[in-house]
Structure formats: structure tokens, C-alpha cells
């Protein structure tokens, strides 16, 4: 059997911290995108993929091109590429 481990404050049993809904229900993936030669190429994919529903954090890494996409539910891998497409630029296939 497993142990059980209570808080107690002043005599009483503490209850435990609620779940972070927002943080179990989270997704990420992590895209390649070809063409980006600058800051200017991360911030206009940066904020069309950011716009897509449900995408709450939008990385690049410009030195390799990897875009990782942070959302409360799974992205079509398709709008994605759609939203980089919108911005100029290509996810790798």
C-alpha cells in the first residue's frame, strides 16, 4: 500500500492544492519551418500561428527553424501549416 502524506497547520489537516486545470490540459508539438532568415520571419509566424484557436504560446527558434506550438487541445497540423503559408514561409515535411 501506498503512504499518504497530510499537512497540518495549527492542528487541522491542510486540503491539497487544487489540479492546474489549464496545465494538464495542455499540448505541445513542435513544427520545422524553412525560409526564416530573421527576427522579422519569427515574429510574423510567431503571431499568425498564435492566432490559430486554441494556441496560448507560439516558440521559434530561428537558428533551426523549429516552432513549437503550446495549445489547451491537439492544433490541425494542416491550419498550422496554413498559418505559416499566410506568413511566407514552409513547414517542412
Known amino acids: 500500500m501506498g503512504t499518504v502524506t497530510v499537512a497540518v497547520a495549527q492542528g487541522r489537516p491542510v486540503p491539497p492544492d487544487p489540479v492546474d486545470e489549464e496545465a494538464v490540459m495542455t499540448t505541445t508539438k513542435t513544427y520545422t519551418v524553412t525560409g526564416m532568415t530573421c527576427s522579422h520571419c519569427v515574429g510574423s509566424v510567431s503571431a499568425e500561428v498564435g492566432r490559430l ?30 498559418a505559416v503559408d499566410e506568413a511566407g514561409y514552409e513547414v517542412a515535411k
Open 53 to 82: 484557436p486554441g494556441v496560448s504560446d507560439v516558440r521559434v527558434d530561428l537558428a533551426t527553424g523549429a516552432v513549437t506550438v503550446t495549445s489547451d487541445q491537439p492544433v490541425d497540423d494542416e491550419a498550422v501549416a496554413a
